[in-house]
């Protein structure tokens, strides 16, 4: 992938990095030769990204042209809005408070070359603000309220390169070579990926969607494709627009950061998975009531609950039956009300919560069917038991210790056709993402139990009968979005 450095004039341009072509923007905009170059990097470090000047335009047909900028339009944007700066100070509280509470000032200034700061004390603070803010050059400013006796984040912008001190330029050499060398764009690789992949991940998480093994082999999977996959973590939003796609691999929920990082993926025109739109319908369960019963898609006897209907739970879905959060998930926030004085109690809880809730037949079973399905395609069929002694797949005991029931996995020919084909019709409904269909089949019937975004996918459990070729599978997807995508913005 080619490397081009793109400043106003190369003649008083200091950097030189083994590799990478120092271009003027001039030359950037108007040579047909860049115009067709395929899958550049571009580094755009001209003096203004003000709108319409000539650095605005370098990021902006550098997108166009199917280059990753840095920084791209939406960075530059970004760095223009007080409401986002406000959003990320607060995220960013404790790191500002640790680095800066030696400061005897109201008010300080940092700058940031390539993430780092001449003083080595504030590099893990520049690091962190230039994750989230991908552009070479920034210029951190923190104000100090002596009556929270708190720093905060004042306001962040590029930094004009011919505003850099020149007795600084042996820094600003080292910090560019050493970020060169050390990231994925590195010049001196032997052989670079045709596309790069980012998969979202959180270690602190207890229940994953995929363990380290599984991880591990998205990974060897995507390499064989020509895939760079790279993980990252969610403070590695502003790394964005630096990827062709982005794969989440964390619980999903709307009102945190996994629906953040997809909604601004997806402004990017990268590939991702899980989509904002298949997070938002599938993580609310209200939705997929509404949805699946509009289709008459066959499902346990549900009713949505709000206040002025408690009385028609009994009638309507049974005792005992299940109560659900909307945004339930991995078992979490569904509860079994035994008898009407639990189900009062539990609805009272959960409706000081959310203005709606679900309540649902309760179909006792030994076992769920799971139909995991990408690109509108089956790619696993499991069994999951529920836990030793419970009604649920997974149980927590008085210590807090997880039990989960046993998984079966079976070949696609081999599991009921019915299970697999009204898992496809239920799927469908969403869109072409990477879905989990939980269903139960009693006697000739099969009941759609719900659609799940970010499904399970975890070694020796759901790849245990497609092994290696289940990730070779749902990459081969990635890929093929991706070269969809290239084709028609080249107008192939």
Same mark, same amino acid.
């Given at each position: 992938?080619?490397?081009?450095?793109?400043?106003?004039?190369?003649?008083?341009?200091?950097?030189?990095?083994?590799?990478?072509?120092?271009?003027?923007?001039?030359?950037?905009?108007?040579?047909?030769?860049?115009?067709?170059?395929?899958?550049?990097?571009? $580094?755009?470090? +001209?003096?203004?990204?003000?709108?319409?000047?000539?650095?605005?335009? %370098?990021?902006?047909?550098?997108?166009?042209?199917?280059?990753?900028?840095?920084?791209?339009?939406?960075?530059?944007?970004?760095?223009?809005?007080?409401?986002?700066?406000?959003?990320?100070?607060?995220?960013?509280?404790?790191?500002?408070?640790?680095?800066?509470?030696?400061?005897?000032?109201?008010?300080?200034?940092?700058?940031?070359?390539?993430?780092?700061?001449?003083?080595?004390?504030?590099?893990?603070?520049?690091?962190?603000?230039?994750? @989230?803010?991908?552009?070479?050059?920034?210029?951190?400013? $923190?104000?100090?309220?002596?009556?929270?006796? @708190?720093?905060?984040?004042?306001?962040?912008?590029?930094?004009?390169?011919?505003?850099?001190?020149?007795?600084?330029?042996? $820094?600003?050499?080292?910090?560019?070579?050493?970020? $060169?060398?050390?990231?994925?764009?590195?010049?001196?690789?032997?052989?670079?990926?045709?596309?790069?992949?980012?998969?979202?991940?959180?270690?602190?998480?207890?229940?994953?969607?995929?363990?380290?093994?599984?991880?591990?082999?998205?990974?060897?999977?995507?390499?064989?494709?020509?895939?760079?996959?790279?993980?990252?973590?969610?403070?590695?939003?502003?790394?964005?627009?630096?990827?062709?796609?982005?794969?989440?691999?964390?619980?999903?929920?709307?009102?945190?950061?996994?629906?953040?990082?997809?909604?601004?993926?997806?402004?990017?025109?990268?590939?991702?998975?899980?989509?904002?739109?298949?997070?938002?319908? +599938?993580?609310?369960?209200?939705?997929?009531?509404?949805?699946?019963?509009?289709?008459?898609?066959?499902?346990?006897?549900?009713?949505?609950?709000?206040? &002025?209907?408690?009385?028609?739970?009994?009638?309507?879905?049974?005792?005992? +039956?299940?109560?659900?959060?909307?945004?339930?998930?991995?078992?979490?926030?569904?509860?079994?009300?035994?008898?009407?004085?639990?189900?009062?109690?539990?609805?009272?809880?959960?409706?000081?919560?959310?203005?709606? *809730?679900?309540?649902?037949?309760?179909?006792?079973?030994?076992? &769920?069917?799971?139909?995991?399905?990408?690109?509108?395609?089956?790619?696993?069929? +499991?069994?999951?038991?529920?836990?030793?002694?419970?009604?649920? *797949?997974?149980?927590?005991?008085?210590?807090?210790?997880?039990?989960?029931?046993?998984?079966?996995?079976?070949?696609?020919?081999?599991?009921?056709?019915?299970?697999?084909?009204?898992? @496809?019709?239920?799927?469908?409904?969403?869109?072409?993402?990477?879905?989990?269909?939980? @269903?139960?089949?009693?006697?000739?019937?099969?009941?759609?139990?719900?659609?799940?975004?970010?499904?399970?996918?975890?070694?020796? %459990?759901?790849?245990?009968?497609?092994?290696?070729?289940?990730?070779?599978?749902?990459?081969?997807?990635?890929?093929?979005?991706?070269?969809?995508?290239?084709?028609?913005?080249?107008?192939?």
């Amino acid at each position: 992938m080619p490397i081009l450095i793109v400043v106003n004039n190369p003649q008083s341009w200091p950097l030189q990095i083994p590799g990478g072509e120092v271009i003027s923007a001039r030359t950037y905009l108007t040579e047909p030769a860049y115009s067709d170059m395929r899958n550049a990097k571009v $580094f755009n470090l +001209c003096r203004s990204y003000s709108y319409q000047s000539i650095g605005y335009y %370098v990021s902006l047909l550098a997108m166009a042209r199917g280059h990753k900028p840095l920084p791209s339009i939406s960075t530059i944007q970004d760095l223009k809005s007080l409401s986002i700066i406000r959003t990320v100070g607060d995220e960013l509280e404790e790191l500002i408070q640790h680095s800066l509470r030696p400061i005897q000032s109201d008010s300080f200034t940092l700058s940031i070359y390539f993430g780092r700061n001449v003083a080595k004390r504030y590099d893990r603070l520049s690091s962190h603000l230039f994750k @989230l803010f991908q552009a070479p050059f920034l210029r951190a400013e $923190f104000r100090y309220d002596k009556d929270d006796q @708190l720093w905060t984040l004042h306001n962040i912008s590029p930094i004009s390169a011919n505003e850099i001190p020149q007795e600084l330029f042996p $820094f600003l050499i080292e910090a560019a070579t050493e970020y $060169f060398e050390s990231s994925r764009w590195s010049v001196r690789k032997k052989s670079m990926p045709r596309y790069d992949l980012a998969i979202l991940t959180n270690q602190d998480e207890e229940e994953p969607p995929s363990d380290e093994r599984a991880l591990q082999y998205f990974v060897r999977a995507a390499k064989k494709l020509g895939l760079g996959a790279e993980f990252i973590d969610k403070e590695d939003y502003g790394q964005l627009p630096q990827f062709d796609a982005l794969f989440i691999r964390e619980t999903t929920q709307v009102n945190n950061h996994t629906y953040r990082f997809a909604r601004r993926a997806a402004a990017e025109g990268l590939v991702v998975v899980d989509d904002p739109e298949s997070i938002a319908k +599938c993580t609310n369960k209200v939705y997929l009531e509404e949805l699946l019963g509009r289709y008459d898609v066959p499902k346990p006897r549900t009713l949505i609950v709000h206040r &002025d209907n408690i009385d028609a739970i009994p009638e309507q879905v049974g005792l005992p +039956c299940i109560l659900k959060e909307p945004d339930s998930s991995f078992s979490q926030g569904v509860y079994k009300a035994e008898d009407d004085s639990s189900l009062r109690t539990i609805v009272s809880q959960l409706l000081d919560e959310s203005e709606l *809730i679900i309540a649902q037949e309760f179909m006792p079973t030994p076992y &769920d069917w799971r139909v995991g399905i990408f690109d509108r395609q089956p790619m696993y069929v +499991c069994k999951y038991h529920m836990a030793p002694k419970h009604w649920q *797949i997974q149980r927590t005991d008085h210590v807090g210790k997880i039990h989960f029931g046993k998984v079966e996995t079976f070949p696609l020919d081999k599991a009921p056709a019915q299970v697999v084909r009204t898992a @496809l019709r239920a799927a469908n409904l969403i869109g072409d993402g990477l879905y989990g269909v939980d @269903l139960k089949h009693i006697g000739r019937k099969t009941y759609v139990i719900e659609i799940n975004d970010n499904p399970s996918i975890e070694a020796g %459990v759901e790849d245990a009968e497609l092994k290696d070729e289940l990730y070779m599978r749902i990459m081969s997807v990635f890929l093929k979005r991706i070269e969809q995508r290239k084709e028609a913005r080249n107008g192939r």
